[in-house]
């Protein structure tokens, strides 16, 4: 990805993987606001978007680990108690 520092190069895609890497606070840095608006409104963003995005990788899990015990106890009916997440 190449480094963008002028507003020009704010389009779709530069901007969904800046909104993702400021939710999921993997920061890579090749993009940034400029304008001290700009950062206010990310502080903003980040503000609400990282718990937001914690809730939803939380569901996720719940759902994959459901799955994992879904089958772990189709498999070994007998064996219930080795592999619960209550």
């Given at each position: 990805?190449?480094?963008?520092?002028?507003?020009?190069?704010?389009?779709?895609?530069?901007?969904?993987?800046?909104?993702?890497?400021v939710?999921?606070?993997?920061?890579y840095?090749?993009?940034?606001?400029?304008?001290p608006?700009?950062?206010?409104?990310?502080?903003?963003?980040?503000?609400?978007?990282?718990?937001?995005?914690?809730?939803?990788?939380?569901?996720?899990?719940?759902?994959?680990?459901?799955?994992?015990?879904?089958?772990?106890?189709?498999?070994?009916?007998?064996?219930?108690?080795?592999?619960?997440?209550e």
């Open positions: 990805m190449q480094i963008h520092t002028n507003s020009k190069a704010w389009t779709y895609v530069p901007s969904v993987h800046y909104s993702m890497t939710v999921s606070t993997i920061g840095g090749a993009l940034a606001p400029q304008t608006l700009g950062r206010g409104l990310t502080i903003v963003y980040a503000f609400f978007g990282i718990p937001l995005f914690s809730c939803l990788i939380e569901y996720v899990n719940q759902g994959f680990l459901g799955g994992i015990t879904y089958m772990w106890n189709r498999a070994f009916p007998a064996r219930k108690d080795w592999f619960t997440f």
